[in-house]
């Protein structure tokens, strides 16, 4: 059945419905709403597998006792914005260096700094250049549309718990705002065994959830082992081509709203006439390298959407190693149809 | 004495804490306590960063290792999340007062029922003995060569007292874990008090886990290495000084376990 339904509540609904057993957040705007709508969920007591909520004092807080969580074998979850997910990176990098898995939402805001509350995608260098010190690379999920959203929640606990990593699900202010009509029920996330969960000995072997390695060849054997993990990553990098041609006058490059936007500029492009498409990046990291090169080969002019002064531009030139055109906004504008499809005009 | 077998200390025992430190002693009481208590199947340690990382490597149970001054975070999402688990960690000084008092208050705060032990040696002993929130006044750190300026830096913190604001911890002590030194004719010797205070502590603090409450014990011990003391004078400097500047004592007993 379709419904019309707030992003920050569907991601809400998706989460608990996939099996959401602890929530740890601390409020931030525009993230604050997804928050909010979990503790009517957890209050409501609906959900028996939903055991904790818990309001953390900092973001440091939260992603530690997310870490915790994860190392315990529980789904967990948090939603953030720029600035938490600064303080957040530390943890994260712990959580990925000793194979905790957990979820966090990122909703961009504009930034550097305090920036301001508008919707921004000025966090994807961040998220894909080693998200925390020494080397860290999340699944990243750029969903593009509310029902998108829920998937990508319900997808995020799969992968975290299938790889052990944390998991990082993209969005902005946007989507997370946005009342949009979605037609989902979210199945209940069986979860993997965790017999490598820290719970306890019991009578068995010890479980060591730890980033610490203090021989050189002790922590190369790890970083080889997490770096072979990130091989098999990446098979499941996953992309969209809409409209896309054995020809293309250009092809458009975008994740998030940009992207649902973009789509509406190719459709008014290709009513003129103009071979337009849209490659979207549906798993940004790992990114669908071989999508990607196949589909900008075919187009004469990339054009990338972004709000933010170029960041996945910088991504994709260094995979396509041709001209990127960078279409940006920034400061929390929206990209607009028509200046999008002026680009090729 | 019984002597007692420790299922949850590695069968070879030795640590390798620097000669002299007293981290070795406090992991050994932390042994003996889940032993005697039945617990070592149930405990999660959650480590902290600092000498007490070292820890995971003499306790037979399970780990988690945080991020510097994060134990009570991690900890306290365990605990909520195994309720019949004995969840613990061993911070040091730098890591519970300087880079995690922000965690360690709110968890205090919310009295979630955990167990942390907090070896002060009134220094960063890992990195290399500078001055933690802890440094006494004058003393002599590689960040404080001439003493530590409490005009600039504050009064050494007194985890007890910061903690004694928090209504629901259950079990709060500071005990000096440095053995006194004896003084007779002809040599030194130690006394067995402190050790036995030390191991009662533990054991308490554990009680009040599994009677449901917020347990917080600190160790007063020694880093003669960092203190650039011989062994003999920085236990001598524990009992002279660190006593004044730190006065053991039990700050609160919710359950009445010191007294049983």
Same mark, same amino acid.
């Given at each position: 059945?379709k419904?019309?339904?707030?992003?920050?509540?569907?991601?809400?609904?998706?989460?608990?419905?996939?099996?959401?057993?602890?929530?740890?957040?601390?409020?931030?705007?525009?993230?604050?709403?997804?928050?909010?709508?979990?503790?009517?969920?957890?209050g409501?007591?609906?959900?028996?597998?939903?055991?904790?909520?818990?309001?953390?004092?900092?973001?440091?807080?939260?992603?530690?006792?997310?870490?915790?969580?994860?190392?315990?074998?529980?789904?967990?979850?948090?939603?953030?914005?720029?600035?938490?997910?600064?303080?957040?990176?530390?943890?994260?990098?712990?959580?990925?260096?000793?194979?905790?898995?957990?979820?966090?939402?990122?909703?961009?805001?504009?930034?550097?700094?305090?920036?301001?509350?508008?919707?921004?995608?000025?966090d994807?260098?961040?998220?894909?250049?080693?998200?925390g010190?020494?080397?860290?690379?999340?699944?990243?999920?750029?969903?593009?549309?509310?029902?998108?959203?829920?998937?990508?929640?319900?997808k995020?606990?799969?992968?975290?718990?299938?790889?052990?990593?944390?998991?990082?699900?993209?969005?902005?202010?946007?989507?997370?705002?946005?009342?949009?009509?979605?037609?989902?029920?979210?199945?209940?996330v069986v979860?993997?065994?965790?017999?490598?969960?820290?719970?306890?000995?019991?009578? $068995?072997?010890?479980?060591? =959830?730890?980033?610490?390695? +203090? &021989?050189?060849?002790? @922590?190369?054997?790890?970083?080889? *082992?997490?770096?072979?993990?990130?091989?098999?990553?990446?098979?499941?990098?996953?992309s969209?081509?809409f409209?896309?041609?054995?020809?293309?006058?250009?092809?458009?490059i975008?994740?998030?709203?940009?992207?649902?936007?973009?789509?509406?500029?190719?459709?008014?492009?290709?009513?003129?006439g103009?071979?337009? $498409?849209?490659?979207?990046p =549906?798993?940004?990291?790992? +990114? &669908?390298?071989?999508? @990607?090169?196949?589909?900008?080969? *075919?187009?004469?002019?990339?054009?990338?959407?972004?709000?933010?002064?170029?960041?996945?531009?910088?991504?994709i030139?260094?995979?396509?190693?041709?001209?990127v055109?960078?279409?940006?906004?920034?400061?929390?504008?929206?990209?607009?149809?028509?200046?999008?499809?002026e680009?090729?005009? | 004495?019984?002597?007692?077998?420790?299922?949850?200390?590695?069968?070879?025992?030795?640590?390798?804490?620097?000669?002299?430190?007293?981290?070795?002693?406090?992991?050994?009481?932390?042994?003996m306590?889940?032993?005697?208590?039945?617990?070592?199947?149930?405990?999660?340690?959650?480590g902290?960063?600092?000498?007490?990382?070292?820890?995971?490597?003499?306790?037979?149970?399970?780990?988690?290792?945080?991020?510097?001054?994060?134990?009570?975070?991690?900890?306290?999402?365990?605990?909520?999340?195994?309720?019949?688990?004995?969840?613990?960690?061993?911070?040091?000084d730098?890591?519970?007062?300087?880079?995690?008092?922000?965690?360690?208050m709110?968890?205090?705060?919310?009295?979630?029922?955990?167990?942390i032990?907090?070896?002060?040696?009134?220094?960063?002993?890992?990195?290399?003995?500078?001055?933690?929130?802890?440094?006494?006044?004058?003393?002599?750190?590689?960040?404080?060569?001439?003493?530590?300026?409490v005009?600039?830096?504050?009064?050494?913190?007194?985890?007890?007292?910061?903690?004694?604001?928090?209504?629901?911890?259950?079990?709060?002590?500071?005990?000096?874990?440095?053995?006194?030194?004896?003084?007779?004719?002809?040599?030194?010797?130690?006394?067995?008090?402190?050790?036995?205070?030390?191991?009662?502590?533990?054991?308490?603090?554990?009680?009040?886990?599994?009677?449901?409450?917020?347990?917080?014990?600190?160790?007063?011990?020694?880093?003669?290495?960092?203190?650039?003391?011989?062994?003999?004078?920085?236990?001598?400097?524990?009992?002279?000084?660190?006593?004044?500047?730190?006065?053991?004592?039990?700050?609160?007993?919710?359950?009445?376990?010191?007294?049983?």
């Open positions: 059945m419904r019309l339904i707030m992003g920050a509540k569907a991601i809400a609904e998706a989460a608990v419905r996939s099996g959401l057993e602890a929530y740890f957040g601390y409020p931030i705007t525009p993230s604050s709403e997804i928050m909010e709508n979990i503790s009517v969920l957890y409501e007591g609906k959900y028996p597998w939903f055991k904790v909520f818990l309001q953390s004092a900092s973001e440091i807080e939260s992603v530690n006792m997310l870490f915790g969580a994860g190392a315990a074998g529980y789904v967990s979850m948090t939603a953030t914005s720029g600035p938490g997910l600064s303080l957040m990176a530390e943890g994260i990098s712990y959580a990925y260096a000793s194979e905790a898995p957990f979820l966090i939402i990122d909703v961009n805001r504009g930034g550097p700094g305090l920036g301001n509350v508008a919707p921004e995608q000025s994807v260098s961040f998220v894909l250049n080693s998200l010190h020494g080397g860290v690379k999340p699944i990243v999920l750029a969903p593009h549309t509310v029902q998108e959203s829920m998937e990508h929640v319900h995020g606990f799969e992968l975290a718990f299938a790889y052990r990593t944390p998991v990082i699900l993209l969005t902005d202010a946007l989507i997370v705002h946005m009342y949009d009509t979605v037609e989902w029920d979210p199945p209940y979860k993997p065994k965790v017999d490598w969960a820290a719970r306890g000995r019991n009578y $068995g072997q010890r479980h060591i =959830i730890n980033s610490i390695y +203090l &021989d050189p060849p002790e @922590l190369k054997a790890n970083k080889e *082992r997490l770096l072979q993990k990130q091989k098999e990553i990446e098979k499941i990098a996953e969209e081509c409209m896309c041609d054995e020809e293309m006058d250009v092809l458009y975008a994740i998030g709203i940009s992207a649902r936007i973009s789509k509406e500029a190719v459709l008014r492009l290709r009513n003129e103009v071979k337009a $498409g849209l490659f979207r =549906i798993t940004l990291s790992p +990114l &669908d390298k071989d999508g @990607l090169l196949k589909y900008s080969s *075919r187009a004469k002019k990339i054009v990338s959407v972004e709000m933010n002064e170029g960041q996945l531009a910088q991504e030139t260094r995979i396509v190693r041709r001209d055109e960078v279409l940006p906004y920034l400061g929390g504008y929206i990209p607009d149809v028509e200046e999008v499809a680009t090729w005009r | 004495m019984e002597v007692k077998q420790f299922s949850s200390i590695f069968e070879n025992g030795v640590t390798t804490y620097c000669p002299g430190c007293e981290h070795g002693l406090l992991l050994k009481f932390i042994g306590a889940l032993d005697e208590l039945g617990i070592t199947e149930k405990a999660i340690m959650v902290s960063v600092g000498c007490s990382t070292l820890a995971y490597k003499f306790l037979n149970v399970d780990y988690v290792q945080a991020p510097h001054g994060r134990a009570p975070a991690v900890m306290s999402a365990i605990k909520l999340l195994e309720k019949d688990k004995v969840v613990f960690a061993i911070q040091g730098g890591d519970a007062l300087s880079i995690g008092i922000a965690e360690l709110h968890a205090a705060n919310r009295g979630i029922p955990l167990t032990f907090m070896y002060n040696n009134m220094v960063f002993g890992m990195t290399g003995g500078q001055m933690a929130p802890t440094t006494p006044e004058g003393m002599k750190t590689t960040t404080t060569p001439f003493g530590r300026d005009k600039q830096m504050g009064p050494p913190i007194d985890a007890c007292k910061v903690l004694s604001a928090f209504p629901q911890i259950s079990y709060l002590k500071r005990v000096v874990i440095t053995p006194k030194p004896i003084y007779t004719k002809d040599r030194v010797m130690y006394s067995s008090k402190e050790a036995m205070d030390s191991y009662k502590a533990v054991l308490n603090a554990f009680k009040t886990q599994l009677m449901g409450g917020f347990s917080f014990v600190e160790f007063i011990g020694t880093c003669n290495v960092n203190w650039k003391m011989t062994i003999l004078d920085s236990k001598k400097y524990v009992h002279d000084v660190g006593v004044k500047v730190y006065p053991p004592g039990l700050c609160r007993d919710v359950y009445g376990v010191d007294k049983k």
